[in-house]
Structures are given as structure tokens and as C-alpha cells.
């Protein structure tokens, strides 16, 4: 099993529609979670950062976190065209805070409008 | 207020030479991460300079080296170049919260293209 998993897409999602990114870990000791956004030939920008059960919302992007089924998710409303990007999930898998992230793959998401 | 910046943006070598990488971190960070990104691929950890020490380091061989300055700013060195080396190499900053790292931001990156 991977340490952090993705669906690695692509997703096409209409232009208004919700998109859902999803990512699964395996470091049941991981405390903090993270979602950058990769545009092609870009370096990953920082989103959204969850560090507990539930749900955190930052404008129209929401991050929900499930430690039990060690299960993180991007929610996207009202998707815009500029949202077409990869989304890179990213989890700290070692005892030392944020130092040496593990990335997903990356899900390629197209919002068509 | 700067951002992580990187240098050079792209560059073409041939195996078996020697590259260096810079990066200068984001005002206020002390800590700097190296990533590298294959494409389709997402950032792999390289290793991470803290306080001009290597703190932790990723599976990559010995050819991978780094050094940091005193104002932060940080190398990456990779000796023996071999195709497979062709990636996006990215620097990442943040800066110690208590015993946890802020989340990192990241540079524009430099290209390497091995020939």
C-alpha cells in the first residue's frame, strides 16, 4: 500500500458544479494534513491545512478530515475554470511535526465550462 | 516580501557532471526542504537543512548533498548526474513553531534536464 493515496484523475467536473478530492494515508500516527494546488509547470501552492476530525472551511474550499478511516477530502464549491489544476495531498509521515511530507500523486481536476 | 526564491530556473547538463542548486527562503523562515518532482509525479523528499545541519533525509543516494548558510539560504549538490536525475527540484521554507514546522511554501522550482 501506498503511504498516501490519490485518484489520479483526471476529474472533469462542470463550471459551478462541486468537485471532491479525495486521499487516503497509512501512517496512523499522522497529526496534520495538507492540500496544495500544482498548476502545470508550477511549484505546489499551499490551500488548505486540517489538523482535526470534521471539517474546516476556507471560502469556497472545504478540507474533511477522518483519522479513524485515516481519510482526507477537498471539496471545491461553486468550481471555477481557474480551479483546473492538479491537487496534491500531502501528509508528514514522521514524528517530527511538518518536516518530510509524503505526496499523493496528485489528481488532475478540469472544470469544463 | 520575497518569496522562496530559486536559481537557476532551468538547466541542461550531461550525465555524469555536477549540478548546484540555490535557494533562498522566504523572509522570517529558517528551515529549508529540497523536493524532487518526476513528471506526473508528486514531490519527493530530499532532505531538510536546519540550523546549517541536515535534519532528516529521504531515500536518495549519497550523490544527493545539500549545505545551508547562515542567512538560511541553502544548496543542493548532485554529483554523477544520470538521466533519471531529469526532474523539477523544488525548495520549500517554514520556519519552528514549538516543536512542529509551519507549513512549507514553496519556490518556482528549477528544471533539470539531463542529456
Known amino acids: 500500500q501506498k503511504e498516501v493515496e490519490q485518484n489520479s484523475g483526471p476529474l472533469s467536473v462542470p463550471e459551478g458544479a462541486i468537485a471532491s478530492l479525495n486521499c487516503t494515508y497509512s501512517?496512523?500516527?499522522?497529526?496534520?494534513f495538507f492540500w496544495y494546488r500544482q498548476y502545470s509547470g508550477k511549484s505546489p501552492e499551499l490551500i488548505m491545512s486540517?489538523?482535526?476530525?470534521g471539517d474546516k472551511e476556507d471560502g469556497r474550499f472545504t478540507a474533511q478530515l477522518n483519522k479513524a478511516s485515516q481519510y482526507v477530502s477537498l471539496l471545491i464549491r461553486d468550481s471555477q475554470p481557474s480551479d483546473s489544476a492538479t491537487y496534491l495531498c500531502?501528509?508528514?509521515?514522521?514524528?517530527?511535526?511538518?518536516?518530510?511530507?509524503?505526496f499523493g500523486t496528485g489528481t488532475r481536476l478540469t472544470i469544463i465550462p | 516580501d520575497a518569496g522562496v526564491t530559486q536559481s537557476p530556473t532551468h538547466l541542461i547538463k550531461t550525465r555524469g557532471q555536477q549540478v548546484t542548486l540555490r535557494c533562498s527562503p522566504k523572509s522570517g523562515h529558517d528551515t529549508v526542504s529540497w523536493y524532487q518532482q518526476a513528471l506526473g509525479q508528486g514531490p519527493q523528499f530530499i532532505f531538510q537543512?536546519?540550523?546549517?545541519?541536515?535534519?532528516q533525509r529521504g531515500n536518495f543516494p549519497d550523490r544527493f548533498s545539500g549545505h545551508q548558510f547562515p542567512n538560511y539560504s541553502s544548496e543542493l549538490n548532485v554529483n554523477a548526474l544520470l538521466l533519471g536525475d531529469s526532474a523539477l527540484y523544488l525548495c520549500?521554507?517554514?520556519?519552528?513553531?514549538?516543536?512542529?514546522?509551519?507549513?512549507?511554501?514553496f519556490g518556482n522550482g528549477t528544471r533539470l534536464t539531463v542529456t
Open positions: 501512517d496512523r500516527v499522522s497529526q496534520s
Open positions: 500531502a501528509v508528514p509521515l514522521s514524528n517530527f511535526g511538518n518536516e518530510k511530507l509524503t
Open positions: 520549500a521554507s517554514s520556519f519552528y513553531v514549538g516543536t512542529a514546522n509551519s507549513p512549507l511554501h
Open positions: 537543512y536546519y540550523e546549517e545541519e541536515e535534519r
Open positions: 486540517i489538523y482535526s476530525n
